[in-house]
Protein backbone atom coordinates (compact mmCIF):
# COMPACT_ATOMS: atom_id res chain seq x y z
CA UNK A 1 0.00 0.00 0.00
CA UNK A 2 3.06 2.15 0.67
CA UNK A 3 4.56 1.76 -2.70
CA UNK A 4 1.64 2.58 -4.32
CA UNK A 5 1.22 5.57 -2.49
CA UNK A 6 4.65 6.79 -3.07
CA UNK A 7 4.32 6.23 -6.81
CA UNK A 8 1.10 7.89 -7.21
CA UNK A 9 2.71 10.53 -5.20
CA UNK A 10 5.49 10.43 -7.50
CA UNK A 11 3.48 10.57 -10.82
CA UNK A 12 1.57 13.63 -8.85
CA UNK A 13 4.83 15.41 -8.24
CA UNK A 14 6.05 14.78 -11.73
CA UNK A 15 3.57 15.85 -13.07
CA UNK A 16 3.66 18.99 -11.55
CA UNK A 17 6.84 19.41 -12.35
CA UNK A 18 5.66 18.84 -15.76
CA UNK A 19 3.25 21.47 -15.52
CA UNK A 20 6.24 23.58 -14.01
CA UNK A 21 8.46 23.59 -16.91
CA UNK A 22 5.45 23.96 -19.41
CA UNK A 23 4.71 27.22 -17.78
CA UNK A 24 7.86 28.38 -17.35
CA UNK A 25 8.92 27.79 -21.04
CA UNK A 26 5.53 29.53 -22.13
CA UNK A 27 6.86 32.05 -19.64
CA UNK A 28 10.13 32.46 -21.34
CA UNK A 29 8.72 31.78 -24.44
CA UNK A 30 6.02 35.51 -24.24
CA UNK A 31 9.06 37.06 -22.38
CA UNK A 32 11.21 36.61 -25.54
CA UNK A 33 7.77 37.75 -27.74
CA UNK A 34 7.71 40.64 -25.60
CA UNK A 35 10.95 41.61 -25.36
CA UNK A 36 11.01 41.28 -29.30
CA UNK A 37 7.92 43.54 -29.99
CA UNK A 38 9.60 46.40 -27.83
CA UNK A 39 12.69 46.42 -29.10
CA UNK A 40 10.93 46.74 -32.39
CA UNK A 41 8.68 49.35 -31.27
CA UNK A 42 11.81 51.43 -30.16
CA UNK A 43 13.45 51.43 -33.42
CA UNK A 44 10.07 52.39 -35.06
CA UNK A 45 10.32 55.49 -32.00
CA UNK A 46 13.54 56.13 -32.87
CA UNK A 47 13.41 56.32 -36.60
CA UNK A 48 10.24 58.87 -35.84
CA UNK A 49 12.26 60.81 -33.51
CA UNK A 50 15.09 61.54 -35.97
CA UNK A 51 12.51 62.46 -38.49
CA UNK A 52 10.77 65.04 -36.67
CA UNK A 53 14.18 66.50 -35.38
CA UNK A 54 15.70 66.50 -39.39
CA UNK A 55 12.35 68.74 -39.84
CA UNK A 56 12.85 70.86 -37.00
CA UNK A 57 16.85 71.40 -37.90
CA UNK A 58 15.58 71.93 -41.67
CA UNK A 59 13.15 74.79 -40.25
CA UNK A 60 15.60 76.34 -38.21
CA UNK A 61 18.15 78.28 -39.20
CA UNK A 62 21.49 76.77 -37.96
CA UNK A 63 24.47 77.45 -39.50
CA UNK A 64 26.33 74.35 -41.11
CA UNK A 65 29.83 73.21 -40.89
CA UNK A 66 30.65 74.50 -44.20
CA UNK A 67 28.89 77.67 -43.26
CA UNK A 68 31.14 78.17 -40.22
CA UNK A 69 33.82 77.40 -42.41
CA UNK A 70 33.35 79.97 -44.85
CA UNK A 71 33.06 82.68 -42.16
CA UNK A 72 35.82 81.52 -40.51
CA UNK A 73 37.93 82.52 -43.86
CA UNK A 74 36.17 85.48 -44.41
CA UNK A 75 37.14 87.04 -40.83
CA UNK A 76 41.03 85.37 -41.86
CA UNK A 77 40.44 87.52 -45.03
CA UNK A 78 39.41 90.64 -43.31
CA UNK A 79 41.88 90.32 -40.80
CA UNK A 80 44.83 90.17 -43.16
CA UNK A 81 43.82 93.32 -45.12
CA UNK A 82 43.15 95.25 -41.62
CA UNK A 83 46.76 94.28 -40.67
CA UNK A 84 47.96 95.20 -44.09
CA UNK A 85 46.27 98.98 -43.30
CA UNK A 86 43.18 98.24 -45.26
CA UNK A 87 44.43 97.33 -48.67
CA UNK A 88 43.64 94.80 -50.53
Do not use: H, Y
Amino acid sequence: MRARIEAEGREKFEELVRRGEQSQTDCAKAVKEFMTEAEKNAKKLGEKGRKVADRILESVPIPTKSDLARLEKKIQELASRMERGGKG
